[in-house]
């Protein structure tokens, strides 16, 4: 292999983890990646274990409230709890900025999300139709606006959860 091969040396393919990641570690990293429910043998693999321990470490991290479990299924599967990475981001957004700042980012967000609807003529983003033109361009770019728009919804719910998170010292529920 030449230094310019865009191909990895086969060893150094076989090593996706940094050397010092635990197997918590690993386990922990592919299940913020999974997003439909997956056999832990299958998540084993991928966080290079064995699959007692990658049921170990998935199990601990159901109780944390990271991923969540189907253990009626054979074997038992596991995906990430988007709830629970939501109100991280969300916890982060109240840790870094004042309540002021995040009013601020809402009203800028409310104002393109008003934009969008007006353009499209609704506040719903799914109810529009991406692929009701022939031209390649114009379905390309409503897919682009409705990505967009659909983040700008997701991101005022984000921010408005760490309104509330400020303002409640940490809780969403005021003490």
């Not at 990895?8 to 090593?15: G, I, K, L, T």
């Not at 682009?144 to 400020?166: D, K, M, N, P, V």
């Amino acid at each position: 292999m030449t230094e310019f091969d865009p191909a990895p040396e086969s060893d150094a393919a076989q090593r996706r983890w940094q050397e010092g990641t635990d197997t918590f570690g690993r386990v922990y990293d592919v299940s913020l990646g999974v997003t439909s429910p997956t056999a832990y043998t299958e998540i084993a693999e991928l966080a290079d274990c064995s699959p007692n321990a990658a049921k170990k470490h998935l199990e601990r991290l159901t109780e944390m409230g990271i991923v969540r479990a189907d253990r009626n299924s054979r074997p038992a599967q596991y995906e990430r709890n988007d709830g629970y990475l939501e109100w991280q981001e969300a916890s982060q957004i109240a840790d870094e900025l004042s309540i002021d700042e995040i009013i601020d980012r809402v009203a800028a967000l409310e104002e393109q999300l008003t934009e969008y609807e007006e353009q499209f003529g609704t506040t719903d983003p799914t109810a529009v139709s991406v692929v009701e033109h022939d031209d390649h361009e114009m379905v390309h770019e409503r897919m682009t606006a409705i990505s967009e728009w659909q983040g700008i919804i997701r991101e005022i719910r984000l921010y408005e959860l760490a309104r509330q998170l400020s303002q409640n010292d940490g809780h969403l529920i005021p003490a």
